[in-house]
């Protein structure tokens, strides 16, 4: 299927790994010009040796305004416009009794998987309404709607994002500018690898056994009984800035193999 995407821009951060890597190699093959960030240029490279083509690599930190202006300066000198935004960056944050958690641990949070999609948007979006098109798509969480007691930072900042975008969804799209959310739940990156890493060092039990015990007993609404893959992620992004979804506006989709036991987003 045609997603009607060709020379396209589009802007992917948390690109090093990930779903942020994945959803640059599919947009890739449906002809996107793309700009990658992350904070560590190395693995950037390291990370999209095999994806082809001539992508702007530009290492930023996402938390600093100024750092944010200058990847879209660059962006738009190489290319002339960012027309679509995929904004992966996110962190788990510090876990634990809500009430024990630190000022720092809240604000790490909140600069990272909040404020982050917030200075991204004002850097990207001015421009979108002028040329009359664009896309922003944030991830969030499962965490945002079904929130765990003891990953309360990440699941305020979740929450604030999931807000944030619907939010800007109610004007933005006036002016051809779709603003929508993706929710994955337990997929195959490097943080999920870090939990279950964690859990099977604490349990005495293997990885493999760790991702089981974790299934059975913290995610029963995932009954493949497997973690997602970061393409089964991209492939909901790609749909999302495409022309394909021009009166998808404001919604969460949630790619989270039913993790999520509600009606409601």
């Given at each position: 299927?045609?997603?009607?995407?060709?020379?396209?821009?589009?802007?992917?951060?948390?690109?090093?790994?990930?779903?942020?890597?994945?959803?640059?190699?599919?947009?890739?093959?449906?002809?996107?010009?793309?700009?990658?960030?992350?904070?560590?240029?190395?693995?950037?490279?390291?990370?999209?040796?095999?994806?082809?083509?001539?992508?702007?690599?530009?290492?930023?930190?996402?938390?600093?305004?100024?750092?944010?202006?200058?990847?879209?300066?660059?962006?738009?000198?190489?290319?002339?416009?960012?027309?679509?935004?995929?904004?992966?960056?996110?962190?788990?944050?510090?876990?634990?009794?809500?009430?024990?958690?630190?000022?720092?641990?809240?604000?790490?949070?909140?600069?990272?998987?909040?404020?982050?999609?917030v200075r991204v948007a004002r850097a990207t979006l001015p421009a979108?309404?002028?040329?009359?098109?664009g896309r922003l798509v944030c991830i969030t969480s499962e965490n945002?709607?079904?929130?765990?007691?003891?990953?309360?930072?990440?699941?305020?900042?979740?929450?604030?994002?999931?807000?944030?975008?619907?939010?800007?969804?109610?004007?933005?799209?006036?002016?051809?500018?779709?603003?929508?959310?993706?929710?994955?739940?337990?997929?195959?990156?490097?943080?999920?690898?870090?939990?279950?890493?964690?859990?099977?060092?604490?349990?005495?039990?293997?990885?493999?056994?760790?991702?089981?015990?974790?299934?059975?007993?913290?995610?029963?609404?995932?009954?493949?009984?497997?973690?997602?893959?970061?393409?089964?992620?991209a492939a909901a992004i790609a749909l999302l800035v495409s022309e394909?979804?021009?009166?998808?506006?404001?919604?969460?989709?949630?790619?989270?193999?039913?993790?999520?036991?509600?009606?409601?987003?």
């Amino acid at each position: 299927m045609d997603l009607g995407l060709k020379n396209r821009v589009a802007l992917i951060s948390g690109a090093a790994g990930g779903i942020g890597l994945a959803t640059a190699r599919l947009l890739a093959e449906e002809g996107v010009k793309l700009v990658l960030t992350d904070i560590d240029r190395g693995k950037l490279e390291d990370a999209v040796k095999a994806l082809g083509g001539d992508p702007l690599l530009i290492a930023a930190d996402m938390t600093r305004q100024d750092e944010v202006n200058n990847l879209v300066r660059q962006a738009e000198e190489r290319f002339g416009q960012v027309d679509i935004v995929v904004h992966t960056t996110g962190v788990t944050g510090a876990k634990g009794d809500p009430l024990e958690m630190k000022d720092e641990d809240y604000q790490e949070a909140w600069d990272t998987d909040f404020f982050t999609a917030v200075r991204v948007a004002r850097a990207t979006l001015p421009a979108m309404r002028k040329r009359g098109w664009g896309r922003l798509v944030c991830i969030t969480s499962e965490n945002a709607v079904q929130p765990y007691w003891e990953e309360a930072v990440y699941n305020v900042a979740k929450a604030a994002l999931a807000a944030f975008i619907k939010n800007l969804s109610y004007k933005e799209a006036a002016h051809g500018v779709l603003c929508n959310t993706v929710s994955p739940a337990f997929i195959e990156t490097n943080m999920t690898d870090g939990m279950m890493k964690q859990r099977a060092e604490e349990k005495g039990v293997s990885f493999e056994e760790a991702i089981e015990s974790f299934l059975e007993e913290e995610r029963p609404g995932i009954v493949q009984k497997r973690r997602g893959k970061p393409e089964e992620v991209a492939a909901a992004i790609a749909l999302l800035v495409s022309e394909r979804a021009s009166f998808i506006n404001g919604s969460n989709l949630r790619v989270d193999g039913g993790s999520v036991q509600s009606v409601q987003n």
